[in-house]
Structures are given as structure tokens and as C-alpha cells.
């Protein structure tokens, strides 16, 4: 981000689940925080730059009872974190479902945030075990100015203090990048986020994101669910984590930082397509997605295909 953006930051919070609410300023705390880098623009909401983990390749994110353990491929373990009663207040909490923090750009600026998504929450009795989406990377935007996009499908547990995503970013995120676009995978569990390292993709390449339980082992009242993230054919980007929580909510979103204006957006649509969902009894659950955008900055978002098999939600830029 440009030091004339970072200076013009400021924040609002916008109503639950949808962006329409009338903005107030808030913390200028967090507005600091972010200024000075303690905080970062993450796919799963504002984190602090502590929190952030890279898992080198082969490496695996182990949740017990007590703490998350980043372990490596050869089993070392590289970093604990003591798991937290209270969810650290930037969390997915705010991103998605409690009053949505966004940040914006005087002038003329575009909101942060998720501006533009579909969910779908799991009630059948088998839990989610399969979730992929197709998309093609976009073009790059017109005018490259410290703009952060973000779009993935992904997968978050009822108690929301968790994301597991594999994630298309353009621009400079925590785990690094450019003024390109590339793919890797993410995980947010409690206050800690975890990432693989950035690969690049060219535009026009066809990419999958695909999220896949492994296998889920009961133990007392305790069940533990391995998952791994991953774009198809990009194994650099495989990202395998354990948690305790069902994964229950699914999401298709785009999410913007930093974003003064509709050039600094791909043009057209972004189709996420061929989303297919699988439950651990083997089934295709109906699927119907909800859908929230931000209309006043003039993000689209229709539902092409609802289902779980081949579904489609488009996306269509300002
Ligand atoms: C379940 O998956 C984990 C992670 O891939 C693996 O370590 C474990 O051996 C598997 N357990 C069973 C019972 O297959
Ligand atoms: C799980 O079992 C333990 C021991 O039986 C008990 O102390 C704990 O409260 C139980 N937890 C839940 C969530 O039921
Ligand atoms: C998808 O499902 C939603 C919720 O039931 C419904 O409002 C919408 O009309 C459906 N869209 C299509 C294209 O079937
Ligand atoms: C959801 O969509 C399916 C078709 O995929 C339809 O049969 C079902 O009635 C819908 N349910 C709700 C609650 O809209």
C-alpha cells in the first residue's frame, strides 16, 4: 500500500451481513495499529502481524485441546500457540457476521472488506468433507495502485473463530506477492493464521480450489477433523490442518482492500464455477446459496447455479 494510502485510512463499521448500514467511525486504535503494521490485511479479516505463520512445504497445523501446534515435515514442531478463550476482536467474527469492519480510502474510496459473497451453512447430520470451485484468474486490474483483492472459496465452523481457504490474491499480502496475481492456501484457526507460501498464477489460467477432509478420528466427545487445502496441480499450495470443529458454513467471496476506484478491480466477471460440495456420507447436499454485496460501490453477485454439483456464483466487478 501506497504511504498516501496508508495516511488516508479510515474505518467504519457497517451493519451485520450486509453493507448497507450507515458507518461511524470507530477504534482509532485499530486505524494506528494499522498504520504502524502491528495489524495486516488478511483473507480472513485484520490480524496482527504476530499472528501470522508461514507452514514451510510438507508442514501441517495440528490443533489439540490446548494449543495449535505448526509442525514441519520432518514432525518438528516450529511454533505453538496457546489456544485463547476470546477470539482476538479483528477475527472472521467481524469480517462476516457481527458488524463488518471495513476500511476505506478518502476520497472517492471503495469499502473494504467482503464486498461481494454467497454462503451456505450445513444442517444435514454428516458433515462437510469436500468442497471445490473452479475460476479463471482475471486479467489485471487497470490501474495498479497498492490494491489488495482477494477471491476463494472456503470453509468456516459454526463457532466462526476459524477459515480454512484456498485463496487467489493480487497485490502484497502478509505472505507476500506482488502486482500479480497468485494462489496459495490459508487456514485461521482461533487468533492464529497460517499460510502457504504465495505462488504466482498467470491470468486466463484455470485454477481449482478444492478443500478435503482426510479423515476424522473420534476420541472421548472429541472429534478431530483433518483437512487439507490445496489448488489443483499446484502442490506448493497444500496446506493440511486438524481441528476439532465441524466446518459447516460454506463461502464463495471476494474481498478488496485498499481500493480507490472501479480500474483498480478486474473488469467483467469472475464466474466461480463447477462448486461442487460433498458431505462425509458420501451425498450431495442442497445447496442454496445467500447472497450479500456491497451495491453501493456497484459489486454484483448472482447465483447462476445453486446445488452442489457443477453450482455457479458469478461475480461482476464495478
Ligand atoms: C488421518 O489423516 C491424518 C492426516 O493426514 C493422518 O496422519 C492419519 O494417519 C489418518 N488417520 C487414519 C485413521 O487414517
Ligand atoms: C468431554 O468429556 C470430558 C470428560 O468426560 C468432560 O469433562 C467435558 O466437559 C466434555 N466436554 C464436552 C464439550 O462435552
Ligand atoms: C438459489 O437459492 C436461493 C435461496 O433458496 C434462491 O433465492 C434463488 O432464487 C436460487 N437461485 C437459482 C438460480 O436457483
Ligand atoms: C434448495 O434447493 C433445492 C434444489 O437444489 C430445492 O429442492 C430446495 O427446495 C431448496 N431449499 C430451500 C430451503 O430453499
Not at 462448486?275 to 445467500?290: A, C, E, K, L, S
Request: hydrophobic share 35%; net charge neutral; aromatic share 10%.
Amino acid at each position: 500500500m501506497s504511504s498516501i494510502k496508508r495516511r488516508a485510512f479510515y474505518l467504519a463499521i457497517f451493519g451485520a451481513q450486509t453493507f448497507f448500514g450507515l458507518c461511524s467511525p470507530i477504534s482509532t486504535a485499530t486505524s494506528n495499529d494499522l498504520e504502524a503494521g502491528r495489524l495486516v490485511m488478511t483473507p480472513a479479516g485484520l490480524f496482527p502481524v504476530s499472528n501470522i505463520h508461514l507452514v514451510p512445504e510438507g508442514g501441517r497445523v495440528h490443533h489439540t485441546s490446548k494449543a495449535v501446534h505448526l509442525v514441519d515435515a520432518d514432525g518438528g514442531i516450529v511454533h505453538t500457540a496457546p489456544i485463547e478463550d476470546t477470539v482476538h476482536p479483528t477475527s472472521i467474527h467481524q469480517a462476516l457476521r457481527l458488524p463488518t469492519l471495513t476500511y476505506s480510502i478518502i476520497p472517492r474510496a471503495f469499502n473494504s472488506g467482503y464486498v461481494a459473497y454467497s454462503y451456505w451453512r450445513n444442517t444435514n447430520p454428516s458433515p462437510i468433507s469436500f468442497f471445490s470451485t473452479t475460476l479463471t484468474v482475471p486479467l489485471f486490474p487497470a490501474t495498479i495502485d497498492g490494491q489488495l483483492l482477494y477471491l476463494f472459496n472456503g470453509l468456516i465452523p459454526n463457532s466462526f473463530d476459524g477459515i480454512l481457504q484456498p485463496v487467489l490474491q493480487f497485490g502484497s499480502s502478509p505472505a507476500g506477492g506482488g502486482n500479480y496475481w497468485a494462489v496459495a492456501s490459508w487456514y485461521l484457526v482461533n487468533s492464529n493464521i497460517y499460510f502457504t507460501t504465495p505462488k504466482q498464477v498467470d491470468s486466463g489460467k484455470v485454477i481449482t480450489g478444492v478443500m478435503t477432509l482426510t479423515n476424522s478420528t473420534t476420541s472421548g466427545n472429541t472429534t478431530t477433523y483433518n483437512w487439507n487445502s490445496v489448488f489443483s496441480n499446484l502442490p506448493s499450495t497444500s496446506l493440511s490442518i486438524s481441528t476439532t470443529e465441524a466446518l459447516t458454513y460454506a463461502y464463495e467471496a471476494l474481498e478488496i482492500y485498499s481500493v480507490s476506484g472501479a480500474s483498480e478491480l478486474p473488469r467483467g466477471s469472475t464466474k466461480m464455477s463447477s462448486i461442487n460440495i460433498v458431505t462425509q456420507d458420501g451425498r450431495h447436499p442442497n445447496v442454496n446459496w445467500t447472497v450479500v454485496k456491497d451495491k453501493v460501490d456497484g459489486f454484483e453477485l448472482v447465483v447462476v447455479k445453486n446445488g452442489s454439483t457443477n453450482g455457479e456464483v458469478d461475480i461482476t466487478y464495478p
